[in-house]
């Protein structure tokens, strides 16, 4: 498990190569998803900042890659999350499973993200041009991360 916390932007590509050569002959399948500052369709969103305790939100999201592979076979899991000011179109988190099964790879990736938006120890503050607000995580997904402790296979 690699979790890295930063401010710079991060290279899909090169992370996914990196994975892939590090498993060589046992993986079968590497899933990845990111996340990308969107305008929000009609909230006209400029940006992002996302605020943290480095120590907290680090061990909060090892956690959180810890409960997702408890019931899959994983080789690796990689989360990069941005912190700091973002802009529309700016990368904000990647998450990269590897595993031998195409099965085990998705589910976990996708359980990581669903987890990532309501149990991480980030603030996140949108910015617009109806000035700016904290958001909070929406009930679809707290919905979508307590289907995963009532079918975490």
Known sequence: MSVRLQTADFDLAQEHESM??????????????????????????TGLFIDHYPSMTQRSIECIVERATESREVLEVVVVHRVGQLRVGDQIVLVLT????????????E????????E???????SGVRGSRWLEPSERDHARAR???TNPG
Do not use: P
């Open 20 to 45: 892939r050569a590090r498993h060589s002959g046992r993986c079968g399948a590497i899933s990845s998803f990111v996340g990308v500052v969107s305008e929000r369709g009609k909230e006209h969103v």
């Open 120 to 126: 991480a120890i980030l603030w996140k503050k949108e």
């Open 111 to 118: 359980r990581v993200i669903d987890l990532l938006k309501t």
């Open 98 to 109: 590897c595993a031998e099964h195409r099965a085990d790879a998705s589910a976990v990736c």
């Open 147 to 149: 289907g995963w402790v």
